[in-house]
C-alpha cells in the first residue's frame, strides 16, 4: 500500500514537500506516479518516476519547472517537491502505481492567500 503525506494550505509562491511511502513491496522496481484530483474535474497525471530499470521521469506541462519527483530507497519513498505553488495547484494528490492501480488516499493541498 502507499500512505502519502506532507499536504496542507500554503501561500501562492510557497512550496511543499509530499511524500509516498510504500509498504508491503520495494517501490524501487515499479513505476510509480503523482496524481491530483479536484472535485468534479477528472484526475489529472502529474508526475512520473521509473522504476530502478533507468530514472526517466515525467512531469505534466502546468508542473513543468516547479515539481521535482524523486526517490529514496533507504525510505521506500517516492517524494514530489513542490515549487511556486498557485491557486490551480490546490488538489487532493494521491501517488499510484500505473501497473495495477494501487493508490494511497491522497493528501490535501490548498494554495491560498
Known amino acids: 500500500q502507499f500512505a502519502e503525506s506532507g499536504g496542507g494550505l500554503v501561500q501562492p509562491g510557497g512550496s511543499l514537500t509530499l511524500s509516498c511511502v510504500a509498504s508491503?513491496?520495494?517501490?524501487?522496481?515499479?513505476?510509480v506516479g503523482w496524481f491530483r484530483q479536484v472535485p468534479g474535474k477528472a484526475h489529472e497525471g502529474v508526475s512520473t518516476?521509473?522504476?530502478?530499470?533507468?530514472?526517466?521521469?515525467y512531469y505534466t506541462a502546468s508542473v513543468e519547472g516547479r515539481f521535482t519527483v524523486s526517490r529514496d530507497s533507504a525510505r521506500n519513498t517516492v517524494s514530489l517537491q513542490m515549487n511556486n505553488l498557485k491557486p490551480e495547484d490546490t488538489a487532493l494528490y494521491y501517488c499510484?502505481?500505473?501497473?495495477?492501480?494501487?493508490r494511497g488516499q491522497g493528501t490535501q493541498v490548498t494554495v491560498s492567500s
Open positions: 518516476i521509473s522504476g530502478v530499470s533507468g530514472e526517466y521521469t
Open positions: 499510484q502505481r500505473p501497473s495495477d492501480g494501487l
Open positions: 508491503g513491496f520495494n517501490s524501487d522496481y515499479h513505476a
